[in-house]
């Protein structure tokens, strides 16, 4: 049986203990997927600290080349990572799947190694020049979820080991195993310590972020879990950039020619069976078009084939685990029992986490459904008869990652864009990311940005050196 291990200070770690890892499409045995202790994460951390000195003292085009390196890597074993990430993560290979994931795992890795962060003059009179000049931090502990996980990974290292630091890397307790493998794999274009993973669950990520050496914590999951990284921010004065989800609206504008875009709602909303942060959580139609938009979306999710993501002509894998199935089942169940219109679409197989592609009418604010982040593929489509009452709705709950308008004319909704309480207002488009365009949420979504120069940024101190003339 397949054995995976950390990769601490550019070896592979002997597993200080390990667990069954299963697929949760086929409850087929993956293999054994290694678990951190204590002693791991002091290893892990000081292999980072050792070798963040000498990194950082590389100059930036050295930097560059090895990460310019890390993505011919991911290159050339995106065919065996992604059916990793299928086999472990459940989203299916075709379409906005695995092959997807490992083609942003690319893009992003490529963008950041070409921008540039120049010393910026910040003042210059005729008695004196400043100039604002970024450093790296340090150790970057990064913490990732289970939804896109080598995508998000890649997100929290690259940036990171640009700038000089270096990385601690603590995949999803749910999904460790693909990550392990990226990370041995990338390991062999980066300097020994230079990124370290360790595994286990919030108390392995607890440990990480209280570490007295972290300088800086990345954070991709739950509002819960944020909230407890602040707090363990506090031991190592850590800034923190914090992605926490999100319950994100859509809405679409009276009259606007439905056929068009249906097939981007559906996949706005239903991209790796709605477990993306942002993807599109409720839907807000007109009332004059619900009708036609219940019809095209069940168009479409009648053309959808559920099963075991490998088969290539299936486009909806199972939800990764039982938490998120048994959780989303619940608040459809919810749903049932208050009379809402539920249509089910694909015919699920018996075994692992799958559920039918779900579309929920008749359904209001106030209702679990609507107001809980569902993380699952079942799409709540609200009615509204006034489009100052959809951006009401869409503002009340306390997320803000993301929102979209939809509309035949985009210059007619730009005034409404601005009101959206959100990081991302997409027009016509939703969940649209780009690896130059900077990301992060508003409100209880969490702070900070990720992308372009501003994510770079982030992993950076800034250091001004001021000169008397
Ligand atoms: O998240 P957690 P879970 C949402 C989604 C889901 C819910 C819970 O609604 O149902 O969150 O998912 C690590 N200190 N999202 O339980 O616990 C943990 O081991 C340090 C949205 O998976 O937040 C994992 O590596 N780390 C989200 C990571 O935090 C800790 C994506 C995320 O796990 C820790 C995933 C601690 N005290 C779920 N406790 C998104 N933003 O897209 C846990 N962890």
Redesign the pocket.
């Known amino acids: 049986m397949q054995i995976y291990r950390n990769t601490v200070n550019g070896s592979l770690a002997e597993p200080v203990s390990s667990h069954e890892a299963y697929n949760p499409a086929t409850e087929q045995l993956l293999g054994m997927a290694p678990e951190s202790d204590e002693q791991e994460v002091d290893r892990a951390v000081e292999a980072a600290a050792i070798a963040q000195k000498s990194w950082a003292e590389r100059s930036d085009q050295q930097r560059r080349d090895s990460i310019h390196e890390v993505a011919r890597i991911l290159e050339e074993n995106a065919g065996y990572l992604s059916e990793l990430i299928t086999r472990e993560q459940g989203k299916p290979l075709s379409g906005p799947g695995s092959i997807f994931e490992m083609q942003a795992c690319v893009g992003w890795t490529q963008v950041p190694a070409s921008l540039e962060l120049e010393p910026e003059v910040v003042y210059e009179d005729d008695e004196r020049k400043d100039t604002l000049h970024r450093v790296p931090l340090g150790v970057v502990a990064a913490?990732?979820?289970?939804?896109w996980p080598l995508m998000i990974a890649i997100w929290q290292i690259i940036p990171a080991i640009r700038m000089g630091n270096t990385v601690v890397l603590?995949?999803?307790?749910?999904t460790p195993i693909a990550t392990l493998e990226m990370v041995r794999l990338i390991n062999q274009a980066l300097p020994a310590g230079v990124l370290n993973t360790v595994t286990?669950?919030?108390r392995?990520?607890?440990k990480?972020?209280h570490h007295p050496d972290i300088s800086k914590i990345m954070?991709?999951?739950?509002e819960?879990?944020?909230r407890?990284?602040i707090e363990?921010s506090a031991s190592s004065l850590s800034p923190i950039t914090l992605?926490?989800?999100g319950n994100d609206a859509a809405i679409v504008m009276p009259g606007t020619n439905i056929k068009n875009i249906a097939t981007d709602l559906f996949w706005g909303a239903f991209l790796n069976m709605g477990q993306?942060?942002a993807c599109i959580k409720r839907l807000y139609v007109h009332e004059d078009d619900y009708e036609t938009v219940m019809t095209e979306l069940s168009a479409i999710a009648s053309e959808m084939k559920v099963g075991d993501g490998m088969d290539k002509s299936v486009t909806i894998g199972p939800l990764q685990n039982k938490?998120?199935f048994e959780?989303v089942r619940e608040l459809v169940s919810d749903a049932k029992t208050s009379g809402c219109d539920i249509r089910e679409f694909g015919e699920p197989p018996e075994k692992g986490y799958f559920m039918p592609v779900t579309l929920v009418g008749d359904i209001r604010d106030g209702q679990r459904l609507v107001d809980e982040?569902q993380?699952g593929p079942a799409l709540p489509i609200i009615r509204y008869r006034d489009p100052e009452d959809a951006i009401e709705s869409a503002n009340r709950l306390e997320a803000g990652l993301g929102a979209s308008l939809w509309a035949d004319n985009p210059a007619e909704v730009a005034e409404l864009a601005m009101q959206l309480e959100a990081g991302t207002v997409w027009i016509n488009q939703h969940g649209a990311i780009h690896p130059m365009v900077p990301f992060g949420g508003n409100k209880a979504s969490g702070y900070g940005v990720e992308f372009g120069l501003e994510g770079l940024k982030a992993v950076t101190q800034s250091r001004v050196i001021s000169i008397k003339k």
């Open positions: 913490i990732a979820p289970w939804n603590k995949p999803s307790e749910y286990g669950d919030g392995i990520g607890s990480l972020t954070f991709t999951g739950s819960t879990t944020g407890r990284i363990a992605e926490l989800g993306t942060c938490m998120q959780k982040e993380f």
